[in-house]
């Protein structure tokens, strides 16, 4: 049986230069292991989707999202009214930004029907049986890929493996921070078994692991929490046996984290 934390830190992301979102619950911390930074991107860039006979907008994070917003408000929203564009998305977080931010919400956008498929081989298999469906051409399919600057290639890869014109740009960028003093206080003022930590990404796991250990934190003493089945795998390989299933979406998570028990 999980035990419920009394405070749970989150490792979400956090834009350089921005405020610290307001999380809605004092038990709730923001503790972000990275941040993000828009990157140039070129109208040239893109010139390849302007023109494209099967054109689509693919999303590869929430994060992708707010910066292909930001550049639109910048360079004009001439990339949204490209004729025929369709849209897709690596996961149900990602698509409800797509739909809430970019789109008026009468256009379709495929994605992963279940969030422990949510990633790029998921992604491949819903385009998969999209195309057997529309028996579309794939040499005729241009993809461009909003990504984060150095992201795995998988999905990129595996279009292009099928015969798609894929241009993948990264939109932003992430760089990792360590925690301040004041985040690192409070596993002395809490105790490692009322305190859990949430993880988004499996990019910040093994520096996180580290980083306890250096500072006489036993790892596999915490309550972790994860939205994505990949990244409870990398936890349970490291000897993280307290898995917690959480919904990263704010309506949810504080039920999902205080109320509810949802194991992996």
Known sequence: MLRSPRLALLTRPQWQGEETP?????????APLQTLERCPVAIADLEAIFVAPDPWLVCTSPASVQALQAWLKEFGNDLLAVPG?????VGSSTRDQLAKRLTDGSRQIICPLS???ADANGLLAVFDSV????GF???AQTLLLVEGKNNRPTLRDGLRARGAEVIAVGFYARHDQDWESTVWDRFKQYGHSELAVIVTSTGVIDRLLVQCRAR?????HLLWCTQHPTIAARLRQAGC???RRVRLDPQFLTGDLFD???GW
Do not use: K, M, V
């Not at 307001?22 to 923001?30: E, I, P, Q, S, V």
């Not at 564009?85 to 998305?89: E, G």
């Not at 006489?216 to 596999?220: E, R, Y």
């Open 260 to 262: 509810h028990e949802f």
């Open 131 to 134: 195309q057997r469906t529309e």
């Open 216 to 220: 006489g934190i036993n790892p596999t």
């Open 241 to 243: 046996e307290q898995l």
């Open 137 to 139: 051409d794939w040499s």
């Open 115 to 117: 969030d422990e498929t």
């Open 22 to 30: 307001r999380l809605g619950d004092a038990r709730l911390l923001h």
């Open 85 to 89: 564009l369709r849209f897709a998305a």
